[in-house]
Nanobody, 118 residues
Framework: QVQLVESGGGSVQAGGSLRLSCAASGRTSSIYTMGWLRQAPGKDRSVVASIIWSNNATYYTKSARGRFTITRDNAENTVHLQMTALKPEDTDVYYC???????????WGQGTQVTVSS
């Protein structure tokens, strides 16, 4: 099993920055992809950014592209989401997630609140 622990959420003014972190433990060799997903109350979770662990290939939504950067730290088994130029519409709970080779999100962090005020 893989365990994911998130940190780094908080409240910022529009235009500010936050850095989310997700530390993985357990059977980390099973991880193929890690990502960040967002969820508002009553809404489905949607992928914001993801990274393939082995080769650093990344994916971003249109909204995140150019503002957010997902990176990995192999030595620490940690993935980060550097969020810049934040907008009020970025406000949500952000979840770290991991998938194996099956391509389904199998492991989840506890969620961290990101709040951006105008």
């Amino acid at each position: 099993q893989v365990q994911l622990v998130e940190s780094g959420g908080g409240s910022v003014q529009a235009g500010g920055s936050l850095r989310l972190s997700c530390a993985a433990s357990g059977r980390t060799s099973s991880i193929y992809t890690m990502g960040w997903l967002r969820q508002a109350p009553g809404k489905d979770r949607s992928v914001v950014a993801s990274i393939i662990w082995s080769n650093n290939a990344t994916y971003y939504t249109k909204s995140a592209r150019g503002r957010f950067t997902i990176t990995r730290d192999n030595a620490e088994n940690t993935v980060h989401l550097q969020m810049t130029a934040l907008k009020p519409e970025d406000t949500d709970v952000y979840y770290c997630a991991g998938s194996g080779y099956r391509g389904t999100w199998d492991w989840w962090g506890q969620g961290t609140q990101v709040t951006v005020s105008s």
